[in-house]
């Protein structure tokens, strides 16, 4: 199976799971359902679906509110708002996504925002400096915490600005954590 098909796959086995807890009313999964299904139509190009799903994590975060899922939808919609070529209102979001995670959320999820930033700002030659000094502080959390794998993805980001080649960076997960 190719990796579009195991996408599709994905997301309707996603869907499947958010249809069974909206069914049984568990409220508190529901925005990292939705999330998941935001991040995996972003992979799969579906940006359109992405952005709907993203709206819905954002409203499911709100009520009742979890600081965490808040911060962390709002990562996800800046990252759709990149992919529709909506650059100054990705990085609005992404400033308010680090400002709610700042206060409120995990360090891991803070620092997964200013990766996002970071990769934002890459995507505009001007701005390469600019970028450097944002990977900077999730580099030092991502130290903190020993997370390798995201580390490997500012390394490459780094390497890819060194070499002025960043159109084929992106900044992607297989789930959200």
């Known amino acids: 199976m190719d990796l579009i098909g195991k996408g599709r796959a994905r997301i309707e086995h996603l869907e499947v ?3 069974q807890l909206q069914k049984h009313d568990i409220k508190d999964l529901l ?30 975060a709100s009520e ?6 808040l911060g962390s939808a ?16 990705e990085e609005d ?8 995670l700042g206060q409120h959320g995990p360090r891991y ?13 890459a995507s505009d030659v001007d701005r390469w400096d ?4 944002t990977l900077e502080k999730p580099r030092a959390i991502f130290q903190e915490l020993g997370a390798k794998l995201d580390l490997e993805r500012i390394s490459e980001l780094d390497s890819r600005l060194a070499s002025g080649n960043t159109s084929t960076f992106e900044e992607r997960s297989e789930g959200d954590v």
């Open 93 to 100: 979001l992404l400033m308010v996504s680090m400002e709610t």
């Open 17 to 19: 799971g958010l249809d």
């Open 31 to 60: 925005p990292q359902a939705e999330r998941d299904i935001a991040q995996s139509f972003l992979q799969e190009g579906l940006f359109d679906e992405a952005e709907e799903a993203a709206k819905r994590a954002l409203e499911v």
């Open 74 to 89: 709002q990562r996800i919609m800046g990252q759709v708002t990149h992919e529709q070529g909506r650059v100054s209102e």
């Open 130 to 133: 600019e970028a450097r000094e």
């Open 109 to 121: 999820k803070l620092a997964r925002t200013y990766l996002a930033l970071g990769v934002a700002i």
């Open 64 to 69: 009742p509110l979890s600081w965490t899922d």
